[in-house]
């Protein structure tokens, strides 16, 4: 890089070595001495899906308050700051000059957690760019520039075909301080796809680095339903058709009272509340409780201790609910997203071997009926806490390597 001044065009746009830049990033150059020696921690945050903010926690509570850190989160300019306090927040990067600044501006950068191996619409589309080139091409300039950067418990799509993303993602294997993967099935992929993977690791989810625990039960009298399906206007209609149909089983199988809890898990613009206030008023057979958006592992426990048996089509309430030992019941999408089958189908290799699961496409059809019967009577048993303390040590040790403080 020859010149790193920001200047002012004609237009009134502002560049950076000759790249156009976003208003908040002049911003941040601006005021770049704030943070020196501060990390950028970067994922699918400030959406305010549960998954997400989870992996985020697991990631904060192994790090060191004395590292400065800023966060990044998705466009969503409506979060409220003070919910990422300590750390200041910065949101996904819009010109190409963006990236820049970013790997300028921080010493070092941490992608932390999601599905984030995807081939799918790999291109700079300035505002409109995908997940996976914002938060890879982050990690492609810092590393490009001379900056350490680690990518850690990310998953990939069944099958990757771009030959440019192809080529990215070797660069980043070879050249991260670490590369790790949360499930075996995501490493098949990528050497399906020809990539080297000597320098990948497979990591536990770094949602499990939360504190994560049973916690005493209110009323074991009922039979309680907690309900986090992936809400969407092409399949709302079976969707409310299947839950009426497991609570007339419940009923019947288990001879109590059937308690519904509808537990949203995206927050976007309210997206989840909104279906579950919609859902509610098609159900007037049993109670039904919508729970506040859990906003930490020990607010998710304490909703996921209650219930008999979550049914969901959320990775990380599949995943939380199995480490809990709670019955669980997925409505698998592995048809309708890309990345669904390689992270859903490794909990039930790793974490629950007696997991059921019902594909979205089936949930009306009589014969299911088996599957929903034995998910509301199955035996669990919970990860044990040595277990679970093995590996929130191990992520704190992945943590270290990036070189991050570590507490």
């Known amino acids: 890089m020859t010149k790193k001044t920001l200047q002012k065009e004609a237009d009134d746009n502002y560049s950076f070595c000759g790249e156009k830049v976003s208003i908040e990033y002049c911003h941040l150059w601006q005021n770049r001495k704030k943070y020196i020696n501060s990390a950028l921690i970067c994922g699918f945050y400030g959406a305010k899906n549960v998954g997400d903010e989870l992996m985020l926690e697991g990631v904060i509570k192994n790090i060191s308050p004395s590292q ?19 750390y200041d927040i910065i949101h996904f990067p819009i010109e190409k000059g963006d990236y820049l ?8 950068a941490c992608l932390c957690g999601g599905a984030m191996i995807d081939d799918y619409e790999y291109e700079f589309r300035a505002e ?17 520039m001379g900056k350490e950067a680690s990518i850690i418990g990310v998953s990939a799509n069944h099958i990757i075909k771009d030959p440019v993303f192809i080529q990215d ?46 916690q005493p039960r209110i009323d074991s009298t009922k039979y309680t ?17 299947f839950i009426k149909k497991t609570i007339d089983i419940a009923k019947k199988i288990t001879n109590k009272p059937v308690i519904l809890e509808l537990i949203p898990f995206y927050t976007y613009f309210e997206h989840d509340l909104n279906y579950c ?8 057979n049993v109670p039904i409780t919508i729970e506040k958006t859990p906003d930490n592992a020990i607010e998710l426990c304490r909703i996921f201790s209650q219930c008999d048996i979550i049914i969901t089509s959320r990775y990380h309430a599949a995943l939380i609910s199995s480490v809990l030992g709670i019955r669980t019941l997925v409505i698998d999408y592995s048809n309708k997203h890309r990345h669904y089958p390689n992270k859903i189908k490794y909990i039930k290799q790793k974490y629950n071997p007696r ?14 009926r088996e599957t929903i019967e034995r ?33």
């Open 277 to 284: 206030f919609r859902m509610s008023e098609g159900i007037k």
């Open 101 to 108: 600044i970013l790997a300028e501006v921080f010493t070092k």
């Open 225 to 241: 339903i907690g309900f986090a399906p992936i809400f969407s206007d092409d399949t709302f209609g079976d969707t409310l058709k």
């Open 169 to 214: 993602l070797q660069y980043l294997i070879d050249n991260c301080t670490i590369f790790t993967l949360r499930d075996t099935n995501s490493l098949a992929t990528i050497q399906q796809a020809g990539v080297n993977t000597k320098k990948v690791r497979i990591i536990d989810d770094i949602a499990l680095a939360c504190e994560l625990g049973l």
């Open 128 to 144: 409109y760019s995908s997940m996976s080139y914002i938060l890879l091409t982050i990690i492609k300039t810092f590393l490009m």
């Open 68 to 86: 400065p850190l800023v966060v990044m989160l998705a466009n969503n300019y409506y979060v409220n700051p003070q919910d990422y306090a300590p």
């Open 375 to 407: 998910a509301l009577v199955e035996k669990t048993k919970p990860l044990s806490k040595r277990k679970r303390r093995k590996i929130q040590n191990n992520t704190k040790k992945i943590i270290k390597k990036m070189k991050v403080l570590t507490k």
């Open 355 to 368: 997991l059921q699961m019902i594909e979205v496409n089936q949930i009306t059809n009589s014969a299911c």
